[in-house]
């Protein structure tokens, strides 16, 4: 898991201990974009899913369509597509390409 500290984004385990600087404040899910220097994280308080570039630390981009907090992510390599979950009970696909919504909830 990672987890927004004050100045970024901090792996849980790596920021562990005495002398530790980083407070947790809230958990989010946060997974690597396969063939990019991309990675997609959201998670408790956010609605968009935000897109980092892992390299500059950077948000390049993010998903509006959820009214939420995003619950999970998952990529799905068959389409090449990224999927998220949200306590708005909606389930979305996106073209990470584009960072558009695949189809809407009927």
Request: charged residues 25%.
């Amino acid at each position: 898991f990672f987890f927004q500290a004050e100045d970024g984004i901090r792996d849980a385990q790596e920021s562990r201990g005495l002398g530790d600087v980083y407070k947790r404040q809230e958990y989010m899910g946060i997974i690597r974009i396969p063939g990019t220097d991309l990675a997609a994280y959201g998670g408790k308080g956010l609605n968009d899913i935000q897109i980092l570039n892992i390299h500059q630390l950077t948000t390049t981009k993010s998903l509006k369509g959820h009214t939420q907090s995003i619950w999970r992510l998952e990529w799905h390599t068959a389409s090449q597509s990224l999927w998220s979950g949200s306590e708005d009970k909606t389930i979305r696909k996106w073209d990470i390409k584009t960072c558009l919504l695949y189809t809407s909830p009927s």
